[in-house]
């Protein structure tokens, strides 16, 4: 039995007043990808917002590698490539100055070459040089998806990655996930179509 | 299904409330009534100023607490953010209109007592130009708390402003008194003396008090309001 | 070093659309000519206005290009990318605000002296001026970076910032402008621009905080 690396124990969110889920609990280990399902409004965003400690929690706890996350917010942070329901693109810089700007942002030397990489796989090197705000919003969120991919981070909180992309596009995806996980990397997307070799958290059951 | 678990508090809150309220409400009542007498009709009148010092016994208490009420604010706010009480939020809602309408009292007894002394309603006196501010303060304080369709993001961002508006009123004062000497090197006649006959000082230590409890009595009527309006609204909210 | 990424991206974001500081700067200039529009050309009475009309306009000025400080990356998602970096948001605050410094108060430090001379103050005066929007701006950059940041997905969030800002700006408006009038006057101006500094030291301070705490409340 391998120990788990991310343990989410507990966890309730309020909004508003309004309960949006309660003593929830999981635990991932390495390489292993939960897809988060449920109704509209049953809470997904909210998850990842609080994982990412964006919302604060109500109840509960959210550890990493045994360690309160709470106790050491920037090195938690550190360890998070986040895809929100928004692409997070400046329009006014290129696809790659979007990503470029984003490494540095996360405290990370620029990487060229992981940016050429990451561009390639969702099949953006034609694109890499045009103002973002000239893309289309399928193209965008294929930039985002770039983003998460150069971002050299161990867990991957993604809000609905699959919105507006085409079928190539989605297993360009697939194709990331799958890597990223196969380096032991950890996934955790919102989402209502199918993800490959996913486990299943659906809620508002 | 309702879920108001997190206004147990308020609830407790509302419950003390109404059990004190009417009394203080008597209180209050009878407090104002001796003490509007008493600085009208007992207090002699000043030997310079004539009748018009009695708009002092509104004018000094009502500048006073529309400071302490902005304190509140500030500190009601701090422990929204600190400790996320609920109810805090609730009471800065309360409180902001409360302090806003005696700092506009603060003006208008002042303008109204300029009128005879300066023969105009309104001279850039250092005293009435902070109050001026911090009734726009007040303002933008109330301003913001409603600013949001979800109100609780209107009561965080609300109770930041306060805390930083606190510890700007200071230095505010200071600056504006700076601004007033320059421009107005003429000593203008004040309205509370450092010397002040014990004959106005009982009468006007009277009016702080009445003051005082009107202020709180008005906070805790209209926190009640708020809580209903917050239950209304999450009940609204609901699935 | 996340920073100076996000300061230079700042910059080149101003880059790419010169306009949107030109009408800044086209707004100070044109406010401050209707003074003497309005009031007439007497020397005399607009060297004496010039030092508050300046610096109110500097101000206006300043408020006018904050309010898309912090919106334009609430909107397009990229403030949870700086919410989310692993380092301090009360850095990426003053960031912002110092790119923002950099492309509306340096310019109207550089361009108040050309209008200053056109309202009849004299050499010194112009100096001090120069001084006192180079010592004061920075803070009016902090102040309204707070309220813009405060206002974020607010109802009439334009006028509602403006409504904030105005009442906080006070002190360093009155220092920055009776510091000129003290020169002309012939008093030091030195005590004026040590206060004017202070001021800005102090936003400098506590400032960064409170944009950062109302940032991370505009993200829940």
């Known amino acids: 039995m391998v120990s788990a690396v991310l343990e989410v124990s507990g966890l309730a969110c309020r909004r508003g007043g309004r309960r949006v889920f309660d003593n929830l609990s999981f635990a991932l280990t390495g390489g292993e990808l939960l897809a988060l399902t449920g109704r509209n409004g049953s809470g997904k965003t909210t998850l990842l917002r609080a994982l990412a400690l964006l919302v604060p929690s109500l109840a509960g706890t959210i550890r990493w590698k045994g360690a309160d996350v709470h106790d050491d917010r920037e090195n938690w942070r550190a360890k998070l490539a986040w895809l929100g329901h928004q692409d997070g693109l400046k329009g006014d810089l290129t696809a790659a100055e979007n990503i470029l700007v984003a490494q540095r942002l996360r405290g990370q030397p620029a990487d060229v070459d992981r940016v050429a990489h990451a561009l390639s796989a969702f099949d953006l090197t034609a694109l890499k040089d045009r103002a973002a705000r000239t893309l289309s919003a399928g193209q965008r969120r294929r930039v985002a998806l770039a983003r998460v991919v150069a971002a050299k981070a161990p867990l991957w909180l993604l809000d609905e990655p699959l919105n507006a992309l085409d079928a190539p596009a989605q297993k360009a995806l697939n194709e990331g996930l799958t890597r990223h996980l196969a380096e032991g990397g950890l996934a955790i997307a919102a989402t209502h179509a199918p993800l490959d070799s996913a486990r299943i958290l659906e809620l508002g059951a | 299904m309702a879920d108001l678990h997190f206004l147990a508090n308020p609830a407790r809150f509302r419950r003390f409330s109404q059990r004190v309220l009417p009394a203080l409400w008597l209180v209050t009542a009878l407090a104002l009534v001796i003490g509007l007498y008493w600085s009208l009709v007992i207090a002699p009148p000043d030997y310079q100023q004539g009748d018009t010092v009695r708009i002092m016994f509104l004018h000094v208490p009502s500048a006073s607490l529309a400071m302490a009420g902005y304190l509140l604010l500030a500190a009601l706010g701090a422990s929204l953010l600190v400790w996320r009480h609920p109810l805090a939020a609730l009471m800065a809602r309360a409180t902001a209109p409360v302090g806003a309408t005696y700092a506009a009292v603060c003006l208008i007894t002042g303008s109204l007592w300029g009128r005879p002394m300066w023969g105009t309603y309104w001279v850039w006196d250092a005293r009435l130009t902070s109050f001026l501010l911090l009734f726009f303060l007040y303002l933008g304080h109330i301003a913001l708390s409603r600013a949001y369709d979800d109100s609780e993001r209107g009561d965080r961002a609300a109770a930041i402003l306060a805390v930083v508006g606190a510890i700007n009123v200071p230095i505010i004062k200071f600056s504006v008194d700076w601004w007033n000497t320059l421009h107005q090197p003429a000593s203008i006649m004040r309205l509370d003396g450092p010397s002040i006959d014990p004959s106005l000082l009982w009468p006007l230590l009277w009016m702080m008090g009445a003051l005082a409890l009107l202020f709180v009595a008005l906070v805790l009527m209209r926190t009640e309001t708020e809580i209903d309006r917050r239950r209304l609204e999450i009940a609204e909210n609901q699935d | ?220």
């Open chain 3, 1 to 220: 070093m996340g920073f100076g990424a996000l300061f230079l991206r700042d910059l080149r974001l101003v880059w790419r659309r010169p306009g949107d500081v030109a009408v800044v700067l086209a707004f100070f200039v044109v406010a401050t000519v209707l003074f003497p529009l309005g009031i007439g050309p007497e020397s005399n009475l607009l060297a004496r206005i010039a030092a508050g009309v300046l610096w109110a306009a500097a101000l206006f000025a300043s408020m006018l290009s904050l309010d898309r400080l912090f919106a334009a990356d609430y909107e397009d998602g990229a403030l949870d990318l700086l919410l989310l970096a692993p380092w301090p948001l009360e850095l990426a605050a003053l960031a912002k605000c110092a790119a923002h410094w950099v492309v509306t108060g340096l310019p109207l430090a550089v361009l108040a002296p050309l209008i200053g001379g056109a309202f009849g103050l004299d050499d010194r005066s112009l100096l001090v001026l120069v001084l006192t929007l180079l010592v004061g701006t920075p803070a009016l950059s902090l102040i309204g970076g707070l309220a813009a940041a405060l206002t974020l997905g607010a109802r009439r969030s334009g006028a509602l910032l403006a409504l904030l800002a105005l009442p906080l700006c006070v002190p360093t408006l009155i220092f920055g402008a009776s510091a000129i009038e003290a020169t002309a006057t012939g008093e030091g101006f030195w005590v004026h621009l040590a206060i004017l500094g202070a001021l800005a030291l102090m936003s400098l301070a506590t400032l960064p905080w409170a944009i950062a705490a109302a940032l991370r409340q505009a993200g829940e």
